[in-house]
């Protein structure tokens, strides 16, 4: 397994796989890498010849007031875990080389307004007015710059993304589609620790006590699928009545019905729906959702 850190290096190895005619898989990733992020370089290592993994804490997608600082970065694990699911290659630039603007000499936090200097791909009010787009401005605006200029560095047959991130992954659908990116991007099943609780890099930040409290999160999904299939489609029903296994101590942010392709508001829990719900646990941010197939 390689460790590549300069983009122009990756083009020209990349470059070598091409004209040999191997198939190239991205998995991109922020690093403190779990099952979750494992089960996306499996994906890939089954479908292609080589599997590219990028690790790199995003400036462009944080808000000034979130965790760009604190955001667990533990390389040396990662590397770990990289290898064991058979990764050929891992992305681990420098800040600066995927923003010329930033100062790495700088503190993490003096760098955020790199946002302002580079050049930024704007996801459509529609995507982003709703669910996790809210409450953090910007912040899809920061994913879809990230992900295109790994696009343009690796130039992936396929580009894996986790259900976990349900709205990053429609929107990232939806760019592919209308910036005539030719990727084939894979949407892997959300990955649960035993209790329910979809892993998380974030969870780093829960005490064990947290963690069951917020266990409960998937027990309110759980039971809305439960009532989908039993054929209630009545949200205002559906949904309280499932709030009553919500634990105490989480505070909802929201929690939406919305169509699996679109992003578009349903009045009633329908068939390819997904219910997505976002809420805090203390001052840690958690989401998750439940596609609604029948
Ligand atoms: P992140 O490092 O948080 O940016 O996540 C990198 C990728 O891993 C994204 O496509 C996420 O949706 C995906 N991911 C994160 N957590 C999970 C999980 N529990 N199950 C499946 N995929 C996940």
Redesign the pocket.
């Known amino acids: 397994m390689q460790v590549i850190t300069k983009a122009k290096e990756l083009n020209q190895i990349i470059k070598k796989y091409k004209q040999e005619g191997k198939t190239i898989g991205l998995?991109?990733?922020?690093?403190?890498?779990?099952?979750?992020?494992k089960?996306?370089i499996d994906a890939a290592r089954r479908d292609c010849d080589i599997v590219v993994t990028s690790v790199f804490v995003n400036p462009t997608q944080f808000g000034e007031k979130e965790d760009f600082d604190k955001y667990p970065r533990v390389f040396d694990n990662d590397k770990e875990v990289c290898k064991s699911a058979g990764c050929d290659i891992i992305f681990h630039p420098a800040p600066s080389e995927m923003y010329p603007e930033y100062d790495d000499n700088r503190p993490l936090k003096d760098n955020l307004h790199v946002k302002s200097l580079s050049y930024i791909v704007k996801v459509p009010e529609k995507y982003t007015n709703r669910l996790c787009g809210k409450s953090r401005p910007g912040h899809f605006d920061g994913v879809c710059t990230i992900v295109s200029k790994l696009f343009h560095i690796v130039k992936p047959d396929k580009a894996?993304?986790?259900?976990?991130?349900i709205q990053?992954?429609i929107i990232i659908k939806n760019m592919c589609k209308n910036l005539n990116m030719d990727i084939d991007i894979q949407g892997?099943?959300?990955?649960?620790e035993d209790s329910g609780l979809?892993?998380?890099?974030?969870n780093s930040y829960l005490s064990e006590a947290q963690k069951q409290v917020a266990s409960s999160i998937f027990k309110v999904l759980s039971n809305i699928e439960l009532m989908f299939n039993e054929g209630k489609t009545d949200k205002e029903e559906v949904f309280s009545e499932s709030l009553k296994l919500l634990a105490d101590g989480i505070e909802i942010e929201y929690l939406e019905v919305c169509d699996v392709n679109t992003l578009d508001y349903c009045e009633k829990i329908i068939h390819n729906s997904f219910v997505a719900i976002a809420a805090k646990v203390g001052n840690v941010r958690l989401i998750d959702n439940v596609v609604l197939n029948r």
Not at 188 to 192: N, S
Not at 198 to 202: E, F, H, I, T
């Open positions: 998995v991109p990733t922020m690093g403190a890498l779990h099952k979750g992020h089960s996306l894996y993304f986790g259900q976990k991130d990053q992954l892997c099943p959300i990955v649960r979809a892993l998380s890099s974030r």
